[in-house]
Antibody, heavy 117, light 112 residues
């Protein structure tokens, strides 16, 4: 059974940083691309960033480019999202998602990031 | 970026009656390999999204057959043949043909 367990969310001041983690299990982690998708309170789904299985290629939404960094440690079956220069617009539940050849498939339970003073 | 436009945004439905959600993309979702990477997700209240349909019309494992997907090019539809109480939630279409991945605004399905 695929399991994705996010952690690292919390309250951070504007301009601050947070690092999200996603522990994956139930599949061969290094084979699959992974993505982060966020959902602001009461709003829709917004793709944030993606990374190939090897970690060699990364992708970012324009809204986070230069501020967020996605990475993975295939030896630990863990996906990361380093978030810097956070602003109020970054307040959201951040979901770790597993891709397959059709696109995004499985989702974690999400971790809430709140940017506020 | 490809803009995904869903309609309606709110859909009150009577139990046992059909429901239909439209999703239109700002450009064709046919990829160079001939596939169309259009998926549908269900997000029940308080839960994470769950994929129901991939590549327009293929069911994910465990998805009831009252859900069906259809369409081509830029016009797609999710249909629920007979709405049940557990179908309440928000439904999103998503395209993965073009980078970046983009989602529709969501359609809220509720029981009348």
């Amino acid at each position: 059974e695929v399991q994705l367990l996010e952690s690292g969310g919390g309250l951070v001041q504007p301009g601050g940083s947070l690092r999200l983690s996603c522990a994956a299990s139930g599949f061969t982690f290094s084979v699959y691309a992974m993505n982060w998708v966020r959902q602001a309170p009461g709003k829709g789904l917004d793709w944030v960033s993606g990374i190939t299985g090897s970690g060699g290629t990364t992708y970012y939404a324009d809204s986070v480019k230069g501020r967020f960094t996605i990475s993975r440690d295939n030896s630990k079956n863990t996906l990361y999202l380093q978030m810097n220069s956070l602003g109020a617009d970054d307040t959201a539940v951040y979901y770790c998602t597993k891709a397959d050849s059709q696109g995004i498939h499985y989702w974690g339970q999400g971790t809430l990031v709140t940017v506020s003073s | 970026d490809v803009v995904m436009t869903q309609s309606p945004l709110s859909l009150p439905v009577t139990l046992g009656q059909p429901a239909s959600i439209s999703c239109r993309s700002s450009q064709s979702l046919v990829y160079s390999d001939g596939n169309t990477y259009l998926s549908w997700f269900q997000q029940r209240p308080g839960q994470s999204p769950r994929r129901l349909i991939y590549k327009v019309s293929n069911w994910d494992s465990g998805v009831p057959d009252r859900f069906s997907g259809s369409g081509s090019g830029t016009d797609f539809t999710l249909e629920i043949s007979r709405v049940e109480a557990e179908d309440v939630g928000i439904y999103y279409c998503m395209q993965a043909t073009h980078w970046p991945i983009t989602f529709g605004q969501g359609t809220r399905v509720e029981i009348k």
